[in-house]
């Protein structure tokens, strides 16, 4: 009865840290009466913002409202400075970027909540059309890097539900700083060719959970940086992309680990990687430990395990080197499908820093209706369950 009792008291606790407020009560700032236009071409940055600033003012639970239409954000734009911890942005319609790349293509964020709390942001399209320098980029010309779609930045108590990102320039969302973060129902959708536009990242952030989230993109669907602890990401459906990444890791000589991640439940399908965790072949403090991968599908996956301590794109900067990153404790468990490529199965770990503590249970994946194979470098560990391609551990 205690525990049963106990268990309610969490499950209460937790809806009021996403939900902390009745909304049907909260007072609702439309955006249009500050001057935004749904139009799709007028520059509604300063109705947001207008919009912001009054429901940051309010004493009481606020909603930012962004009625059907399509509304031009022609700049990059910060929501801060917030006095009031219950705001929710309600959007019913689609925000645009501005289609020439080059007016936000150097800015970090097109759309930032920086240093807020208590914020959630429900519904709506974010349109990035980042078509235009994904096509720049591609033709090998001198192009801007490119703005992430949404960042939070140094914020607590965070929801994101029901929100669309859509051809964004570079990231689609960026999680830096922040604690207590829940991602739900979420929708990423980017060509399989858009460079460098990872789905969802994550940094420097504890307490994070995505859940019931889709993502077809050019990148990593979801990448997780230095300093992400307790992160759970469940019901992912990851494709195109190039999977679910740890790292990449060891970049810097100094730098924070990855600790506690769990992926439970979730389907790659024809990406470039399943569950990947890389770090560069360079000295670091950095790690990656007490990670779980459990209840996953695979199809037609090229790379669907794989630990890659080698990371050096175009062999620059790390020739000659062993990564200090170390990995250990990590577990995958039921995980099944089928692979790209003949080696299903990769443990390519540091000689300076072996991979230690890795297991294997219920892992069963298959290449062309045959047995896969597997391959392993400085990796220790056990296996238990059915297990194919056979263990190399």
Same mark, same amino acid.
């Given at each position: 009865?205690?525990?049963?009792?106990?268990?309610?008291?969490? @499950?209460?606790?937790? *809806?009021?840290?996403? !939900?902390? !407020?009745?909304?049907?009560?909260?007072?609702?700032?439309?955006?249009?009466?500050?001057?935004?236009?749904?139009?799709?071409?007028?520059?509604?940055?300063?109705?947001?913002?207008?919009? $912001?600033?009054?429901?940051?003012?309010?004493?009481?639970?606020? =909603?930012?409202?962004?009625?059907?239409?399509? !509304?031009?954000?022609?700049?990059? *734009?910060? +929501?801060? /400075?917030?006095?009031?911890?219950?705001?929710?942005?309600?959007?019913?319609?689609?925000?645009?970027?501005?289609?020439?790349?080059?007016?936000?293509?150097?800015?970090?964020? $097109?759309?930032?909540?920086?240093?807020?709390?208590?914020?959630?942001?429900?519904?709506?399209?974010?349109?990035?059309?980042?078509?235009?320098? $994904?096509?720049?980029?591609? @033709?090998?010309?001198?192009?801007?890097?490119?703005?992430?779609?949404?960042?939070?930045?140094?914020?607590?108590?965070?929801?994101?539900?029901?929100?669309? @990102?859509?051809?964004?320039?570079?990231?689609?969302?960026?999680?830096?700083?922040?604690?207590?973060?829940?991602?739900?129902?979420?929708?990423?959708?980017?060509?399989?060719?858009?460079?460098?536009?990872?789905?969802?990242?994550?940094?420097?952030?504890?307490?994070?959970?995505?859940?019931? %989230?889709?993502?077809?993109?050019?990148?990593?669907?979801?990448?997780?940086?230095?300093?992400?602890?307790?992160?759970?990401?469940?019901?992912?459906?990851?494709?195109?992309?190039?999977?679910?990444?740890?790292?990449?890791?060891?970049?810097?000589?100094?730098?924070?680990?990855?600790?506690?991640?769990?992926?439970?439940?979730? =389907?790659? =399908?024809?990406?470039?990687?399943?569950?990947?965790?890389?770090? $560069?072949?360079?000295? @670091?403090?950095?790690?990656?430990?007490?990670?779980? +991968?459990?209840?996953?599908?695979?199809?037609?996956?090229?790379?669907?395990? +794989?630990?890659?301590?080698? !990371?050096?794109?175009?062999?620059?900067?790390?020739?000659?080197?062993?990564?200090?990153?170390?990995?250990?404790?990590?577990?995958?468990?039921?995980?099944?499908?089928?692979?790209?490529?003949?080696?299903?199965?990769?443990? /390519?770990?540091?000689?300076?820093?072996?991979?230690?503590?890795?297991?294997?249970?219920?892992?069963?994946? %298959?290449?062309?209706?045959?047995?896969?194979?597997?391959?392993?470098?400085?990796? /220790?560990? =056990?296996?238990?369950?059915?297990?194919?391609?056979?263990?190399?551990?």
């Amino acid at each position: 009865m205690g525990f049963g009792f106990n268990s309610m008291i969490l @499950s209460f606790i937790g *809806i009021m840290l996403f !939900y902390p !407020y009745d909304q049907a009560a909260a007072a609702t700032y439309n955006v249009a009466n500050f001057g935004a236009k749904a139009d799709g071409k007028t520059n509604s940055a300063k109705a947001f913002l207008s919009a $912001w600033a009054a429901a940051c003012s309010a004493s009481s639970p606020a =909603t930012v409202y962004a009625p059907p239409g399509s !509304y031009l954000i022609g700049n990059a *734009i910060t +929501f801060s /400075d917030c006095k009031n911890n219950a705001v929710t942005f309600r959007i019913d319609g689609t925000v645009v970027a501005p289609e020439d790349y080059d007016v936000i293509g150097d800015a970090a964020n $097109w759309i930032e909540f920086k240093d807020v709390t208590g914020v959630s942001i429900l519904g709506g399209v974010l349109d990035g059309q980042g078509t235009g320098l $994904w096509a720049c980029k591609n @033709s090998g010309k001198n192009c801007p890097s490119g703005a992430t779609t949404l960042g939070l930045t140094g914020s607590n108590n965070i929801l994101i539900s029901g929100l669309t @990102s859509l051809n964004s320039q570079m990231f689609h969302i960026v999680i830096n700083g922040c604690e207590n973060v829940k991602l739900q129902g979420v929708k990423v959708s980017a060509s399989g060719s858009s460079p460098n536009t990872d789905g969802i990242h994550v940094q420097l952030s504890s307490g994070v959970t995505i859940v019931d %989230t889709k993502i077809k993109t050019g990148d990593d669907c979801i990448s997780i940086g230095p300093g992400a602890a307790n992160l759970r990401m469940e019901n992912i459906a990851c494709g195109p992309g190039h999977g679910i990444s740890i790292g990449s890791l060891g970049k810097d000589l100094k730098e924070e680990g990855v600790q506690n991640v769990t992926v439970a439940t979730a =389907t790659f =399908t024809g990406t470039q990687n399943g569950v990947r965790i890389k770090s $560069w072949p360079r000295a @670091s403090n950095g790690f990656a430990k007490d990670i779980l +991968f459990q209840h996953i599908v695979m199809v037609n996956v090229q790379n669907p395990i +794989f630990i890659d301590q080698n !990371y050096c794109p175009n062999n620059k900067n790390c020739p000659d080197q062993v990564s200090g990153v170390k990995i250990s404790d990590v577990t995958y468990q039921d995980i099944h499908g089928t692979s790209a490529t003949e080696v299903a199965v990769k443990f /390519d770990c540091s000689s300076k820093n072996p991979c230690s503590g890795i297991k294997l249970q219920d892992v069963k994946l %298959t290449y062309k209706n045959k047995v896969a194979e597997a391959s392993c470098a400085n990796a /220790d560990g =056990t296996t238990s369950g059915l297990i194919q391609p056979a263990s190399c551990l």
